[in-house]
Each structure stands twice: as structure tokens, then as C-alpha cells.
């Protein structure tokens, strides 16, 4: 059976002070939930995230890693110092990563790879641009993503990965995709999933939708058949706007 999931992507906010005093508020605030409440902080809060979250139901989930394990790449962290850390998750894909670093879907496959050989999930992002919606391309460029970013992988693999559609048109602009926009491609991911891996593997993985989800929207999206969740980026900044994400 599919997990419900909601994360928190902080991207790159929040002091120090801030991470912490945020990280503790969540905790102390929520209520008892069968959900997984993943928190995605900047590599250098991860540590005291971890730390704070231990014997808590919340999860911790990096933003990226880079596709080696370890070498001389300067600047870069590795799965392996993820897994290192304790971590449950890394994000991949996300575009903003995609877009102002050109991380291409064949650099991707070896994230996902690499960050799945040091037991860490994936969560995989894909999402298309406006234009790409307007012009009808919207369907056709997410499988793309999917099958050249994901499905190197064998069937057994998925259990490890959860998939965040994200409109990149939606992501930080205020504009969220109508409910029946994330259903409908929700139900296209979970049918490229069925057509390469088999309908239990379709039906067990959660998809979870991110872009200007709020308070208010979040009931709505979430209702959707095929909608498990959320990928929260500017309400995750806040832990009562997020709480109130999660409870929806
Ligand atoms: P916003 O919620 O700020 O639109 O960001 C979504 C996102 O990118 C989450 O990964």
C-alpha cells in the first residue's frame, strides 16, 4: 500500500537558528499522524536536523547529491556521506536543479542510481514549463523524464522511490495547478509506471504533487485519486502553514 507523504523543501532559507527553532516546532506541533513527514533542509543544517528529529516520526531528505560516491569534485556531496549521516531520502531532479544547474535526465539516472546503492529513497522530480503545457507537449515530456531519468531501473527498485510531479509553471510563482491538472497527470505517471513495471509497482508508489501548494489548495489536491502528497516549498517555511498542509 502507498505511503502519504508531505516535505518540507526548505531550498536555501533559514539561518541556523532559524533551522532549528523551525525543526523544533514542527515537532512540537504535530499531531499523531499516519502520514510521513519528510524535512528537507540545506546540507548544512542536516546534521542538526537529524539530531533534532531522532525517535520522531519525521523523516530527513537532502536536496541533492552528487552521482559518484566519492573523488576529487570540489564543492560536491555524495550519497554516501548522505546515507553517513542517517538520512532516509534525496531529493533528485528537482528543477531548479534542472534548470539553473543543466542537470539532464542522463545525469539523473546515475543520481538515482547512486544514491539507491547507499540505501538512501529517491525522491524523483519532473515537471514540465508552461510553454510545454500550451502547446499539448506536457504528457509527452514527463514520460521522457520518467523513462530516461527512472526506468533504468528494475522493478524491485521502486519500492525506493517516490516521484514529486512539479509544474515548473506552479513552483514559487503563487500559481497552482487546478486539482483536475495534477490528477490527470498523476494518473499519467502512475499509467507510464503500469506500462514499464507492472500495476502493483503503479499502485504502490506514491506520487506526490508540489507547486504553490498552500493551506488553502492543499485539501483540494490532496482529495485527488492519485495524488499522495506534497512537495512544499515557501508554506513548509512556516510550521504552522506546513502543519496544517500535513493535516489536510
Ligand atoms: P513552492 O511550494 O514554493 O511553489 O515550491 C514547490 C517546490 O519546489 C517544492 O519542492
Known sequence: MRKQIVVANWKMNNSPTQSSQLCSLILSKMRPTDKEVIIAPSYLYLNS???TTQNSIIK???QNC??????A????????MLADLGLDYVILGHSERRYYYGEDNSLLAKKVSS?????LKVIYCCGETLDQRI?????DRITKQLTEGLFHLPAKAMKNIVIGYEPIWAVG????????QAQEMHAHIRSALSDKYGADVAHD?????GGSCTPSNAKELFAQKDVDGGLIGGASLNADDFLAIVNA
Do not use: D, P, R
Open 115 to 119: 544514491a539507491l546503492s547507499q540505501g
Open 205 to 209: 508508489t506514491s506520487i506526490l504533487y
Open 66 to 71: 552528487h552521482q559518484e560516491i566519492s573523488g
Open 60 to 62: 530527513v531528505a537532502a
Open 173 to 180: 510563482t503563487g500559481i497552482t495547478a487546478t486539482s483536475a
Open 135 to 139: 502547446s499539448g507537449a506536457h504528457l
Open 73 to 80: 569534485y570540489t564543492g560536491e556531496v555524495s550519497a554516501s
Open 49 to 51: 536536523v537529524v539530531a
